[in-house]
């Protein structure tokens, strides 16, 4: 099964709605749990139409076009009915997901680590076709460095690859003094991918 490309991801991006959107896409349940030590750091969703440019029936694959004309090929796999309703020029639904929380431990919740899980597939349930796929990186080990000026903390994996993480909505709501240098935390990122595999009817793909 094939991810959703950064590419097309950066075109949903461009087209950001600011704001929930009506999506075919449940919320994930991949982030931490709400608690006084949880915080959601940033939710981006975005809805667009994309358009359908190749169809294969044997390989059971789908070439949509985002919005910036970058391409993308997923694998449906066999789980979705005949894909004889699809032809190049449809329009279809598609949606972004991208969030990052913050889980502040105790030195007994964890170890330094780095986790990775994802998948993708498609389902065919009440006369819906959805193609989905998530990618989710959890990333455990201590705060290295605190830029309150910038909102900015530092985390430093067990890769050892720097990551510089945005902690405005921390300070809006007065929750970034509970951070210090040398604290455990565990930071989730999550991006998510739900194409609708239905052609819009001839009225909506008007416009």
Do not use: W
């Not at 075919?24 to 809805?47: D, H, K, W, Y």
């Not at 705060?143 to 000026?149: F, W």
């Not at 050892?160 to 990122?189: A, M, P, S, W, Y």
């Amino acid at each position: 099964m094939k991810h959703a490309s950064p590419a097309l991801c950066a075109g949903l991006a461009l087209l950001c709605m600011g704001g929930a959107c009506s999506s075919v896409m449940a919320n994930p349940t991949l982030l931490p749990a709400t608690s006084v030590n949880a915080f959601e750091l940033e939710r981006q969703e975005i809805a667009l139409q994309t358009t359908i440019v190749q169809v294969d029936q044997a390989n059971k694959t789908v070439t949509l076009k985002g919005p910036e004309g970058q391409e993308e090929t997923i694998e449906v796999g066999s789980n979705v009915r005949d894909l004889s309703e699809l032809k190049p020029g449809d329009k279809v639904d598609s949606h972004y997901l991208r969030a990052v929380a913050l889980q502040l431990l105790s030195p007994d919740d964890g170890e330094p680590a780095i986790e990775y899980s994802g998948g993708a597939g498609a389902t065919d349930d009440a006369g819906r076709a959805i193609f989905e796929s998530h990618h989710t990186e959890t990333v455990t080990t201590v705060l290295s460095a605190i830029d309150v000026a910038h909102n900015a903390v530092t985390l430093v994996g067990a890769d050892g690859h720097k990551r510089i993480i945005d902690v405005h909505q921390l300070k809006q709501h007065n929750e970034l003094g509970k951070l210090k240098l040398g604290d455990l935390v565990r930071v989730t990122f999550v991006e998510a991918t739900a194409i609708s595999l239905d052609p819009k009817i001839d009225g909506e793909n008007a416009g």
